[in-house]
């Protein structure tokens, strides 16, 4: 009889211990990995906070009159950013000094006024470096008072709200105040707070030099605009003016960015690549010197191969998709959804456009909606004239929406009948390109 030896221990056994063997060490690794990191960024924390203590003492230690960041409101010699290296890590330290209208002797805005209301300098210190694991900046607070009676600083107040497209305040908001007319300059960088205002006490007197920039990480910019002879002449809304005991109030609107996908097609619904069209905003910031709209948002683009075109960072507005007829030799034939593009916050959007060729000088793209502005498809839309004669009856595309092309500059009568609603029938005017939207209305 053979006798077989079953004490010893199979390939697969030994492959399966080893890879448990590997499990285990990597977790090992791994936690011992997390604990040097934590150890590190522990010291390198408190090298922060004692960093940042050391800035407070220093700025306690000044007299009151010096206590300002270079640039700001109150000015001094500090800087508002400063990078230091400790133990091989560079860190940022930031300085934030600015003027509190404390309530309790009454504020700038209050009935009465009170115009005395840079009371005392509040000091925040921020300092951040590479790998935090927790992302937690250093931040130490506090308060600095003139010795005995409060200051008489003179200047005005400033106070700005910022909010979003709902109209709800904006938290944290990056704010930069510039002015290069009066001395010493102001070149000020601060946030707004929880409530999204920003007061600004203490503030120079002068005349529209004080420009203001306001945005925030993912949002939209709103700001002022210096007069531009030829750029923008008449700007709509210029720097800000401060005036003795007086309070300027200011607001800036913005929220986050967002994406529009742009596709442009033939009538046969194919796709149509290389179109160069301008995106062109609703808001403006001036008007040139003929009166003429400068709007905040106005680009070319061309489409790609695919007749596509993704354009990011855009603020929420009503954009108009423009084309230079001739030039291409096109006209817009419609659009799903319909132009122009209503872009909300925080938003990405595709629109659809359809392009007929070839272009002609006057036509007629008509939107057609119920009474709850749903689009509607399959609906005859009759044109016709007298003189010359004309008499086209079309139906609404799946995007509600049909195209007379090759016109004539003139009256037209439309005529649309859907079951359930009341008839429409209305004269317009044909001159150039025309676009219009007919709400069909139930029967009384």
Known sequence: MIRRNTKGVTLIEVIVGLAIFAMAMAGIYNLFNLATKMLGDNRARVDAIAMANKRIEMIRNLAYDNVGITGGIPNGTIPQTEQLVVNNITYTLETDIRYVDDPFDGTATGAPPDTNSADYKRIRIEVTWPRMLNNKPVILVTDVTPKGMEKTVGGGTILLTVFDALGQPVPSAAVHVENTDVNPIVNYDTTTQAN???????????????????????YSTDQTYEIDPIANPNPTRPPLSVYLNVVTEASFSIDRLSTVNIQTFDQASQPLPNIDFTLRGSKTIGTDGVGAPIYKYSQAFTTNATGEITISDLEWDSYNFIIDNAGINYDIAGANPPLPINLDPDATQTTQISLATPHTNHTLLVTVRDQNMVLMPNIAVQLNRLVPPYDETQTTSAWGQTFFPSLVQGDYTIFIQATGYQDHNEVITIDGQRTIEIVMIPPI
Request: glycine fraction near 18%.
């Open 196 to 218: 999204g205002t920003l007061v600004l006490p203490g503030m120079p007197p002068s005349i529209e030099t004080y420009d203001v920039r306001v945005t925030k990480g993912g």
